[in-house]
């Protein structure tokens, strides 16, 4: 890591009865970085992702953002410090147009923008990632991607220091993968840092700077894309014993 | 946060104005049913504040609305005091109830909720019966005053328009951007920033604040009141049935609910007394399955159609 961390792991462990999620994970986001989670099916990133934002809290260890503890705090507080996440299923406010979805981040986000401001800002954000046009369409109406890219504007409506991606390219038909790729290329231009945790190994490569990789619930490998994805571990993990 | 908030109010203050009215141009038989009319105005408006777009159902409106009435009863027969203490403390004790009730239940999720909402407005009955009965005596509660029922619709005229004040403001404001964010999913609304449990209690505190306003006011048109009577579990379903009815998902919706059921249901209450029940379940069934959306749904509904024929 190039320079001090803006989001740190220590020693996180979540627990669910006797079943034990996450398991000691450790791991640092340096600012501007792109860091991928990554593993197997069941390894815990999505717990992780819910660990770090709120969602759940965890049973022993430590998350901080700039020397911040979040790890006692609510959803709402966190979202607040600058964390932003998007959901494994994409998840929008039906009732509500795609500009109000929006203007939701804008609002109670950490800058806290209302009335005029925040509907300004909520179309920026919808043109930023391309959706500008359907500003006033109901969320029904919306394709899965459109749908995708609705949540995000949302989340960065809220301005956030760290943006959690969960899954974000998951369910894309292969143009539409294409698309979203490129959106979140230009995230990553734009320097802004990122966790995401991610299936499609193509968007793993070219996106992130480092990797971290989950399997049952503990961290088996972290270094660059690459490094990690020929280590001999990983490949065990994802494929099973013979194929290491 | 639409531009057309402003006309919406101008036409609610020429309403209240109209409304002002109306005890001069009848008496007697209309007269009272307009107060009763005013009185689920200010409760089912009150309680959609809430209810609506949250779409936590509560069935606490009796409770706060019993609160209300017993206090005065209490509070004039036992100790004497003039109407307008009563009038100011009950309020503020059920206000205070409520907000305790939040902090305990609003973790509750939909149909627990409701159920809990509806056990606690029975023990809170049976509790003050029992109080009733065992420590103060069991003689009745008299509550004897000058007001006559124009008094009382003008008072509930006044509550009834300040909550649509309140509404309308809250509508416009951050919290009520919240409340609708809430409604929709809370999860995200948590994620986004939104102290979700704040939101939730300040607006249950609101509705039980106004529902023992409306009990208190309406406490002296009863004469004579016992704790079973004003504690009416039946009232928290007419206020449900009248304002899913008007659709409360508006601001304006319940008083359209309100208007027609109150005369009917009088009307049932003259004709069929003996199964008025009945009716309020099939009138219940009625909602939900022909307007899911209330009166104010269907309308906009028909009018989004309309809109689509003509472009």
């Known amino acids: 890591m190039s320079n001090r961390p803006i989001l740190s792991v220590n020693g996180v462990t979540k627990r669910f009865g006797g079943l034990v999620a996450v398991s000691d994970m450790s791991f640092d986001v340096g600012n501007h970085e792109m860091v991928g989670v990554i593993g197997p099916n069941g390894s815990g990133k999505t717990t992780m992702m819910n660990l770090i934002s709120g969602a759940l809290k965890p049973t022993s260890g430590r998350i901080s953002m700039k020397g911040r503890r979040l790890s006692d705090l609510p959803a709402q507080k966190i979202a607040r410090e600058g964390v932003g996440r998007t959901f494994q299923l994409v998840r929008l406010l039906p009732t509500l147009s795609v500009l109000e979805n929006v203007m939701a981040g804008a609002v109670f986000g950490h800058r806290r923008r209302w009335g005029r401001d925040a509907e300004d800002f909520a179309h920026e954000m919808l043109e930023r990632v391309g959706l500008d046009a359907m500003s006033h369409a109901p969320v029904s109406s919306l394709t899965y991607i459109n749908q995708k890219r609705v949540e995000l504007a949302r989340v960065l409506a809220g301005e956030p220091k760290v943006l959690l991606l969960d899954e974000w390219l998951a369910g894309l038909n292969p143009t539409e993968l294409e698309t979203g790729i490129d959106l979140i290329h230009a995230l990553r231009d734009e320097g802004r840092t990122v966790v995401l945790v991610e299936h499609v190994m193509d968007a793993i490569r070219s996106l992130c700077d480092r990797c971290v990789v989950m399997s049952s619930g503990a961290k088996i490998a972290e270094g660059t894309p690459d490094d990690v994805l020929s280590d001999r571990e990983v490949i065990r993990a994802y494929l099973g014993d013979d194929d290491a | ?311």
Do not use: C
Not at chain 2, 248 to 267: C, M, N, Q, S, Y
């Open chain 2, 1 to 311: 946060m639409k531009p057309s908030g402003w006309g919406e109010l101008a036409i609610a203050a020429f309403l209240v104005f109209l409304a002002v009215f109306v005890p001069f141009v009848t008496n007697g038989y209309w007269l009272s049913i307009a107060v009763t009319t005013m009185m689920y105005v200010a409760l089912a408006t009150s309680w959609a504040l809430f209810s609506g777009p949250t779409h936590y159902i509560s069935l606490a409106t009796g409770a706060f609305f019993g609160i209300g009435g017993y206090l005065v009863g209490s509070m004039m027969s036992d100790y004497q005091l003039p109407f307008w203490v009563p009038l100011v403390v009950a309020p503020l004790v059920a206000a205070g109830l409520a907000f305790l009730i939040g902090i305990a239940t609003l973790r509750l999720s939909g149909v627990y909720f409701v159920i809990f909402t509806l056990g606690l407005a029975e023990m809170i009955r049976n509790l003050i019966s029992w109080i009733q009965n065992n420590f103060l005596g069991s003689r009745g509660l008299y509550v004897l005053t000058d007001l006559r029922d124009h008094h009382l619709y003008w008072m509930l005229l006044g509550v009834a328009a300040a909550v649509f004040l309140l509404g309308w403001v809250v509508n416009r404001s951050r919290l009520g951007f919240a409340l609708r964010i809430i409604g929709n999913d809370e999860t995200v609304a948590r994620h986004v920033g939104i102290n979700t449990a704040w939101a939730k209690v300040i607006l249950f505190t609101t509705t039980g604040f106004f529902a023992a306003l409306v009990g208190a006011i309406i406490a002296p048109r009863w004469s004579y009141i016992e704790p079973n009577q004003v504690f009416s579990p039946q009232l928290s379903f007419l206020v449900v049935i009248m304002a899913l009815l008007g659709g409360a998902g508006r601001l304006w919706g319940p008083l359209v609910g309100v208007i027609p059921f109150t005369i009917i249901w009088e009307w049932v209450n003259v004709q069929f007394p003996n199964q008025s029940t009945l009716f309020l379940g099939l009138a219940f069934l009625l909602i939900v399955y022909v307007l899911p959306n209330g009166m104010v749904g269907r309308i906009e509904q028909l009018h989004a159609r309309m809109g689509r024929g003509r472009s």
